[in-house]
T-cell receptor
Framework: DGGITQSPKYLFRKEGQNVTLSCEQNLNHDAMYWYRQDPGQGLRLIYYSQIVNDFQKGDIAEGYSVSREKKESFPLTVTSAQKNPTAFYLC???????????FGPGTRLTVL | DAKTTQPPSMDCAEGRAANLPCNHSTISGNEYVYWYRQIHSQGPQYIIHGLKNNETNEMASLIITEDRKSSTLILPHATLRDTAVYYCIVRVALLISNFGNEKLTFGTGTRLTIIP
């Protein structure tokens, strides 16, 4: 089945530790995105990538980093510099020539 | 992107049509209306989008007023699985030149509850 996978579904980390969230898609989509969602709020864009080896900051990139070494993969690292990392993180992708984004199931990160 | 206004919550009886309104009075001529929904603790799901004509797919129908200042998403026969938060988003269509316009601006949406 084609789709977007994110792992793990739930993630816990201690304050001060970096953590990497996985996002993989087998839809052959060029564009990929990372969003953050806080309780009762909409989505905010962290980073996006139009093509392999290229990515752009979104609205709230501080404290996060990404890489796009392969078309299928767009991992997000939440660094210790992110002041309030506890949130629901969503990855999405979009096919070239299409406007709708397709979302993964999300990773809920809790910092203890 | 134009701002949208949606009621915070709605109830609908199972089997009936659910009609979700959205106001977008500042919409521009080149902006589309998109609808997504998010079931609790899952990623948003694309439903439908349109420019000015009414649209229908296997999930829903989208009715856009003639002046394009408002729209209604219709779920024709609501089931319990349609309980979710529904987001109305207005944005320009992506073109090759729109590399800087990738953001989907999600508001707080409408929490639709289907009542058995």
């Amino acid at each position: 089945d084609g789709g977007i996978t994110q792992s793990p579904k739930y993630l816990f980390r201690k304050e001060g530790q970096n953590v990497t969230l996985s996002c993989e898609q087998n839809l052959n989509h060029d564009a990929m995105y990372w969003y953050r969602q806080d309780p009762g709020q909409g989505l905010r864009l962290i980073y996006y990538s139009q093509i392999v080896n290229d990515f752009q900051k979104g609205d709230i990139a501080e404290g996060y980093s990404v890489s796009r070494e392969k078309k299928e993969s767009f991992p997000l690292t939440v660094t210790s510099a992110q002041k309030n990392p506890t949130a629901f993180y969503l990855c999405a992708s979009r096919g070239d020539g299409y406007n709708e984004q397709f979302f993964g199931p999300g990773t809920r990160l809790t910092v203890l | 992107d134009a701002k949208t206004t949606q009621p915070p919550s709605m109830d609908c009886a199972e089997g009936r049509a659910a009609n979700l309104p959205c106001n977008h009075s500042t919409i521009s001529g080149n902006e589309y209306v998109y609808w997504y929904r998010q079931i609790h603790s899952q990623g948003p799901q694309y439903i439908i989008h349109g420019l000015k004509n009414n649209e229908t797919n296997e999930m829903a129908s989208l009715i856009i007023t003639e002046d394009r200042k408002s729209s209604t998403l219709i779920l024709p026969h609501a089931t319990l699985r349609d309980t979710a938060v529904y987001y109305c988003i207005v944005r320009v269509a992506l073109l090759i030149s729109n590399f800087g316009n990738e953001k989907l601006t999600f508001g707080t949406g409408t929490r639709l509850t289907i009542i058995p």
